[in-house]
């Protein structure tokens, strides 16, 4: 059952799901996320953010491998998503794909958690946030 689906796209190394829930896009790209594949994480991650969604869920439970190329889409879709008032939270990374976020230091400009489910969760906690 495809619930909530809103698109997809597909090369032979990497799917990319997207699907609503609430405030937030759940993105998930499956497979390998490189300079090749690049281009497929990154078109929808800007229609996202064009239909209004701040608050990205990057579902990387799937993600087999993700080089400095696919770092730098996430990346920019980060700035872009603090720009409207949102962000980018990265859930369930593999151990491969988190070596590469800690290597990089990237992973202390993400908010990252275990599940998906937990960082859905956590849209209650940001919004109470003074500012």
């Given at each position: 059952m495809?619930?909530?689906?809103?698109?997809?796209?597909?090369s032979g190394?990497?799917?990319?799901?997207?699907?609503?829930?609430?405030?937030?896009?759940?993105?998930?790209?499956a497979?390998?996320?490189?300079?090749?594949?690049a281009?497929?994480?990154?078109?929808?991650?800007?229609?996202?953010?064009a239909?209004?969604?701040s608050?990205?869920?990057i579902?990387c439970?799937?993600?087999?491998?993700?080089?400095?190329?696919g770092?730098?889409?996430?990346?920019?879709?980060?700035?872009?998503a603090?720009?409207?008032?949102?962000?980018?939270?990265?859930?369930?990374?593999?151990?491969?794909?988190a070596r590469?976020?800690?290597?990089?230091?990237?992973?202390?400009v993400?908010?990252?958690?275990?599940?998906?489910?937990?960082?859905?969760?956590?849209?209650?906690?940001?919004?109470?946030?003074?500012?």
């Amino acid at each position: 059952m495809d619930r909530g689906t809103v698109g997809s796209a597909q090369s032979g190394r990497l799917l990319v799901e997207v699907r609503e829930s609430g405030p937030s896009a759940v993105v998930t790209p499956a497979g390998e996320l490189d300079h090749h594949t690049a281009d497929l994480l990154r078109e929808p991650l800007e229609e996202c953010l064009a239909k209004g969604f701040s608050r990205l869920v990057i579902d990387c439970s799937r993600l087999e491998f993700c080089d400095s190329t696919g770092l730098n889409v996430l990346l920019g879709a980060r700035l872009k998503a603090e720009a409207a008032g949102g962000g980018v939270h990265l859930a369930g990374m593999l151990p491969v794909v988190a070596r590469v976020f800690e290597i990089t230091g990237a992973d202390a400009v993400f908010t990252v958690h275990d599940t998906v489910e937990a960082a859905l969760a956590d849209e209650a906690g940001e919004s109470d946030g003074a500012g």
